[in-house]
């Protein structure tokens, strides 16, 4: 009342109302008749809506087209509703999400049958594609934090026969070499997943090589917004520097949690991601420093890891990010404790303007890992031109560094400028960054974003 009368706006009002509707409960809902009576001596308008909801939708059976290689229960078990549950468009989208995600179909859709005369059992028409059972992709790439790389991946959807996904993945570049495996079960009940999965490495970073495998057994659940997992874990890490050579081993049992609240998983602009990590286990391992003696430690540990990124949009097409990390192993000794449980920071989605992993503490002259991590962020990005709303220019300040206690850690400061290509995959990052400690320039690259 009292606002101007424009018919585009009487239009959206209407389009509006009748989709909220439909979409929670009411999808037959329908205009009966809609008007408006517009008196122009008398500047008013008049409105007059009649609307005929139709009957409340409850939720029936599961159809399904399109399953030939892979069991039915993959599509039901992805659903979280059971009949009798009322329709809401939000349901049968998160449930289109998952199956699209799942890593079985090339794409799905989920539709109501939206018969009246099946209102009080309205079935769900599921339709998937199936993605080939056998798979391998091939690749090249680069990143600013381990240099050139040649990929190759293979996947198979129900190997040996079984409900499960096998994927395995090589990674092989002139500093870096990497094995990833993974068996995972197709979806059980509550959204969980069973799964076994193993690591091998050898990474080169200023004359430090880090190699070292993982093996891992534990269970997953991915819901809309939350993905938790639960691990039990055995480590090996051996580091081998000019002036030192660390070996240990661990056992541990694990927690992730992540939380994502975006507008746009891929392309966020506004919203906020958390996670968290805790273990808790029992190490063991030597540490030989040049002209010392070998130090041998074991002994219990907990780690505790937490990261928040908050997107927000602020002006005229302006957009910031801010990020905070911080991370803590508790142990009376850090020469028991594989190098990979540690932190460091530096690098692409660290702190810009240093070298990956090449912040934290000093031992004999060389940077190792530290029982300590705190990092932070802020950047500002904006279309260059309205011509071309996919490419920005941002500006960004990070700090942060790793170290063996609280009171030695001394953020190290990186700034810079840089170029995003918002792709149909994620964004691709050309960054720019100065490191204060350094007092040199650095490139930095990298596609997509971190959990």
């Not at 009748?18 to 809902?29: C, I, Q, S, V």
């Not at 009246?116 to 090249?140: H, S």
């Not at 049992?253 to 958390?274: C, E, M, Q």
């Not at 932070?376 to 709303?389: D, M, N, Q, T, V």
């Amino acid at each position: 009342s009292g606002d101007a009368f424009r018919q585009n706006a009487w239009g959206d009002a209407k389009n509006t109302t009748l989709a909220r509707l439909r979409a929670d409960g009411y999808a037959a809902a329908t205009w009966s008749s809609t008007q408006a009576r517009v008196d122009a001596p008398q500047n008013r308008a008049d409105l007059a809506v009649v609307l005929d909801s139709g009957p409340l939708y409850k939720l029936g059976v599961i159809r399904i087209e399109g399953v030939q290689r892979y069991d039915a229960r993959a599509v039901t078990r992805l659903s979280t509703f059971k009949p009798g549950d009322p329709y809401s468009e939000r349901t049968l989208l998160d449930f289109q999400e998952r199956l699209q995600k799942v890593g079985l179909y090339e794409g799905a859709s989920v539709e109501l049958d939206a018969d009246p005369q099946t209102a009080g059992a309205a079935p769900v028409l599921v339709r998937v594609k199936e993605q080939t059972q056998q798979q391998a992709t091939f690749g090249i790439g680069y990143s600013a934090n381990t240099g050139p790389r040649l990929t190759v991946e293979h996947t198979d959807r129900r190997v040996f026969g079984w409900r499960a996904i096998a994927k395995n993945k090589f990674e092989v570049g002139p500093d870096n070499k990497l094995w990833e495996g993974e068996l995972s079960t197709y979806p059980l009940e509550s959204l969980y997943r069973n799964l076994i999965s193993g690591a091998a490495s050898e990474l080169t970073v200023e004359d430090q090589r880090l190699a070292g495998w993982n093996a891992r057994i534990g269970r997953t659940q991915d819901t809309p917004r939350i993905e938790r997992l639960y691990f039990a874990e055995f480590v090996h890490a051996r580091l081998d520097g000019n002036a030192l050579t660390s070996e240990a081993d661990a056992v541990s049992a694990n927690y992730h949690w992540i939380y994502r609240d975006l507008d746009d998983v891929l392309l966020p602009t506004k919203g906020l991601t958390t996670s968290a990590q805790a273990a808790l286990g029992y190490a063991r391992g030597t540490l030989s420093v040049l002209n010392d003696p070998i130090v041998n430690d074991k002994g219990p540990f907990a780690r505790l890891y937490a990261r928040l990124t908050w997107y927000t949009p602020f002006g005229s097409n302006w957009y910031g990010t801010a990020r905070v990390e911080a991370g803590q192993v508790f142990t009376k000794s850090v020469s028991g404790i594989p190098d990979t449980v540690l932190f460091r920071a530096g690098g692409d989605d660290s702190v810009r303007g240093y070298d990956y992993r090449a912040l934290g503490p000093q031992i004999a002259g060389e940077t190792v890992s530290g029982r300590t991590l705190l990092t932070g962020s802020l950047e500002i990005a904006r279309p260059i031109s309205p011509k071309y709303p996919a490419y920005w220019w941002a500006a960004f300040v990070d700090a942060g560094n790793a170290a063996d206690r609280w009171t030695d850690l001394k953020p190290a400061l990186g700034y810079g400028v840089g170029l995003r290509w918002r792709s149909p995959v994620g964004p691709l990052k050309v960054d720019l960054a100065y490191g204060q400690d350094v007092k040199k320039v650095r490139a930095h690259l990298s596609v997509g974003i971190t959990f």
